[in-house]
Nanobody, 123 residues
């Protein structure tokens, strides 16, 4: 059974950093693209970043460019999201999701999801 588990969330002050992890079990990640999404209270789930199966292609939502970095270690079956210069508006539940091979931007294009990890940016 394909399973994704996010970790690394928490409370951080504005300007701080967090590194989220998305660990896979029940399958190997090397044939899957992994997307990070987030959902703030009262808002729709939105795309944050995505990395393709080989790690050679990454993309980011405009508001995350230059602050967030996605990476993967297929030997550890894990994808990471390094988040720097965090802002209060980054507060949300962050989810990782998997789809075969290539990234897509829409939530509906990803079939397997983790349970999410809470990120709160506040002083």
């Amino acid at each position: 059974q394909l399973q994704l588990v996010e970790s690394g969330g928490g409370l951080v002050q504005p300007g701080g950093s967090l590194r989220l992890s998305c660990a896979a079990s029940g399958f190997t990640l090397d044939t899957y693209a992994i997307g990070w999404f987030r959902q703030a209270p009262g808002k729709e789930r939105e795309g944050v970043s995505c990395i393709n199966s080989s790690g050679g292609i990454t993309n980011y939502a405009d508001s995350m460019k230059g602050r967030f970095t996605i990476s993967r270690d297929n030997t550890k079956n894990t994808v990471y999201l390094q988040m720097n210069s965090l802002k209060p508006e980054d507060t949300a539940v962050y989810y990782c999701a998997a789809r075969a091979w290539r990234c897509r931007s829409a939530v509906r294009d990803f079939g397997s999801w983790g349970q999410g990890t809470q990120v709160t940016v506040s002083s």
